[in-house]
């Protein structure tokens, strides 16, 4: 009977290996899913401590840790891990899980949800004023990719880079355009655009009037408040003013380098003057740049190899929104595998640690990317034939113990 008892374990053990493989097979083009692996080992008898005749048994190992392919995509919200770690999803119920497969696409809702219908899970910074702790499960939630507003951000530095002609003529102090006068004049004059705090788009009129030998004056001025058909008298005056003191022996800058302008329902804008020179040659200004944006419409996302993920708007502007962090376990082949190439942690995994992507020994995350199968079906099929084959060995060793039996019952006694 121990022949018997033997050679059926042996085809029961090669079948389970036969059925790993075919989930290896079946699942080869699936993402981000690791192929499993049949362990045998022999079968001891109790009674009197040997293994012959005992047969075998196997256990089926999820090999976890092998990094795939990780192959690129047009969809930016299509992820990958490179390295250590897994996503943290959900399922429809709320219960966490953890994935390699990140083929994340916005829901009706705008959650981004994978292929197997789990949800990327994240922190919102999204106006946070401080680091959002990611070393535990708790106060993550979906990441949304459709509910942010329009964006708008205020002025609030600025810098000139020009040449005042040092051959001008000298305006008299009655006619300065800090006097605001119907008949105020000037030497040189310029714009910029700074926004509001609404975004609101206010060009700001630069005055730049010569008061005396190496001294100039800038007056900061809103063109909205220019009287009809432009210039002066504003109704209101300047929004400010600044003396600018050049040196005699090189035309740099000496004294009044930055210009405080208070935007009309916006916040103060420091424009940096520092680089200004008095040169022998005509005015021109051979750069200006200035912060903030008008409003613009949400175009699209952003993930950066550590997970943050930030709104791409029209006007040019970003705004982090979310980090999507990573987990691993200490053991991740034994994690519980559950439906959909997602697991769950237990006591033979260990529980689970969470990091932002590429610190801790985790991986980084590579956005418009997805991480392939690590199915080869080459060794897949060399396995099969194998499998295969100890199959009948087994089932040969079973028909010859079962003539061994009826070669006994037919003895007489």
Do not use: C
């Not at 919200?77 to 250590?84: R, S």
């Not at 002066?232 to 929004?239: K, M, V």
Request: net charge negative.
């Amino acid at each position: 009977m121990s022949i018997l008892d033997a050679s059926v374990s042996g085809m029961l053990a090669n079948s389970n290996w036969l059925s790993g493989i075919s989930q290896n097979v079946a699942n080869a083009n699936t993402t981000g899913y690791k192929n499993v692996e049949t362990q045998f080992s022999a079968l001891v008898d109790a009674s009197s401590g040997v293994s012959a005749g005992a047969g075998v048994k196997t256990t089926m190992r999820s090999l976890n840790g092998l990094q795939g392919q990780v192959e690129g995509t047009s969809s930016s919200t299509d992820l990958a891990v490179q390295g250590a770690g897994f996503f943290v999803v959900s399922d429809a119920g709320g219960n966490i899980y953890f994935t390699r497969n990140g083929s994340f696409v916005p829901d009706a809702s705008g959650n981004l949800v994978n292929a197997a219908g789990y949800y990327l899970m994240g922190a919102n910074v999204l106006g946070s004023a401080g680091p959002v702790s990611l070393n535990s499960l708790s106060g993550l939630q979906k990441v949304n990719v459709q509910g942010a507003a329009a964006s708008a951000s205020p002025s609030t530095t600025a810098s000139m880079v020009a040449n005042l002609a040092s051959s001008a003529s000298v305006i008299t102090a009655a006619n300065l355009p800090s006097t605001n006068s119907a008949g105020a004049t000037y030497t040189d004059e310029t714009t910029m655009v700074a926004y509001d705090n609404l975004g609101g788009a206010h060009t700001i009129n630069l005055y730049f009037a010569k008061t005396g030998a190496n001294t100039w004056e800038v007056d900061a001025y809103d063109s909205g408040a220019a009287a009809a058909g432009g210039g002066f008298p504003y109704s209101t005056g300047p929004l400010a003013t600044q003396n600018l003191t050049f040196s005699a022996t090189n035309g740099a800058l000496v004294s009044g380098g930055s210009l405080a302008i208070p935007v009309p329902g916006g916040q103060t804008v420091a424009l940096n003057l520092s680089q200004t020179t008095q040169l022998a040659a005509n005015f021109g200004v051979s750069s200006a740049s200035i912060n903030g944006n008008a409003p613009g419409n949400l175009t699209g996302v952003a993930i950066a190899k550590d997970g943050t993920l930030s709104f791409q708007y029209g006007n040019g502007s970003a705004a982090n929104a979310y980090e999507i962090p990573l987990a691993n376990v200490p053991s991740p082949d034994n994690l519980t595998s559950v439906v959909g190439d997602a697991y769950a942690a237990n006591y033979q995994s260990g529980a689970a640690h969470v990091g932002n992507a590429g610190a801790g020994g985790l991986g980084t995350i590579v956005s418009s990317s997805l991480e392939t199968s690590t199915v080869d079906l080459a060794t897949e099929l060399t396995n099969m034939i194998s499998a295969q084959s100890a199959y009948e060995a087994n089932s040969k060793v079973f028909q010859t113990g079962a003539k061994i039996l009826d070669v006994l019952n037919g003895l007489q006694p």
